[in-house]
């Protein structure tokens, strides 16, 4: 039953996309189920910072031909599960060209199987999502990988790479009037979300971007990485409590600098414990109308609450990641992210 889901929940992400492009341009690749080892913590001399071990591994590629001005939708879908031990699991994509690259990754803990207080973290879902454009006519090349690693320092770990694919859902998406993209990803850092006094969070947020005339609506689509914890000296952040926050998505249409009119998609609160470290928190609202006695200036953010618990924070850019195991050529990826995919039907 859960296949089904898996399979339906593609199917309807499609469907908000601009028109499909000609079938000898879309590219999709299906993964192998595999088993995948995620390393213990190296061993570290007294003093020496802490070090992470991570398995990086190729899943499969697509690749297509772009125009300078042309921007695709690439994503990639993950399902893991049967973790031997507490497990981190990302799901990651590298687009690549001729002197250009661009990056991005999800992760959330997979638990271990029959052994957690939390039967739904067994089995994780991840999907990586975002707009490419080169702005150079090039060759395009999108590689999914999976990396892994677990905190332990006894034993290396393993789950199951269950199911997934990666495609370019379209191959042609409109830009904003600046000919770019309307996507922006939360920079580096971790955005606190926290009480006394209470402070939220506006990320990942789009700033203002206009649109030639002739859309009718927007697909906005928005996927925020929260920590469970706020990292300070002398804080303990390997036990409970739980973090409790809720997360909205906003999306706004102007007139100068007078609110035109506002939507939001249906505000979800999540209950993140410490032992799934962060939380991958996937919103969409696909049918945002376009009003033509506005400006076409929009913008969009999600709106991050705390509601009870430990203090938490919004995950920027991943910094220095590795581009294989045990490789010393690292490179940065975006999480937290907003994207905007225009339609005129």
Not at 204 to 222: D, E, M, N, Q
Request: hydrophobic residues 35%; positive net charge; charged residues 20%.
């Amino acid at each position: 039953m859960r296949r089904i889901a898996f399979l339906v929940i593609g199917a309807l992400s499609l469907t908000v996309l601009a028109a499909p492009a000609n079938a000898s341009t879309v590219t999709q690749v299906r993964f192998t189920p595999q088993p995948v080892l995620a390393p213990k913590v190296p061993a570290t001399k007294p003093g020496e910072p802490v070090k992470i071990d991570q398995e990086v591994k190729a899943l499969g590629s697509v690749a297509l031909e772009m125009s300078a001005t042309q921007t695709a939708y690439v994503r990639s879908v993950m399902r893991a599960n049967s973790a031997t031990y507490r497990s981190l699991f990302d799901n990651e994509v590298r687009c690549t060209w001729p002197g250009g690259e661009q990056s991005y990754v999800t992760g959330q803990n997979v638990l271990q199987q029959g052994a957690s207080l939390e039967p739904e973290k067994e089995d994780v879902q991840l999907t990586t999502r975002f707009l490419v454009h080169p702005g150079v006519a090039t060759k395009v090349t999108c590689t999914a990988y999976v990396r892994a690693a677990t905190m332990r320092d006894t034993l290396d770990a393993r789950f199951q790479l269950h199911e997934g694919f990666l495609e370019f859902a379209a191959t042609s998406v409109a830009n904003t009037a600046d000919g770019l993209p309307a996507q922006r990803a939360t920079p580096r850092g971790l955005v606190r979300v926290g009480p006394d006094p209470q402070v939220v969070a506006r990320e990942p947020a789009l700033p203002y971007f206009t649109l030639a005339p002739g859309f009718t609506k927007l697909s906005v689509f928005a996927d925020t990485e929260y920590k469970t914890c706020y990292p300070v000296k002398d804080k303990d952040c390997t036990k409970p409590p739980s973090s409790t926050a809720t997360f909205t998505l906003f999306v706004n249409q102007w007139n100068g600098d007078r609110l035109c009119q506002s939507s939001n998609a249906t505000t979800t609160t999540r209950r993140m414990s410490y032992s799934v470290h962060h939380h991958y928190v996937a919103l969409h609202l696909p049918d945002f109308k376009v009003r033509t006695d506005c400006e076409q200036r929009f913008n969009a953010y999600v709106l991050v609450k705390w509601q009870d618990g430990m203090d938490g924070g919004v995950q920027g850019t991943a910094i220095g990641l590795t581009d294989s195991r045990g490789s010393a050529t690292t490179h940065n990826a975006g999480m937290s992210h907003v994207f905007v995919v225009p339609l005129k039907s």
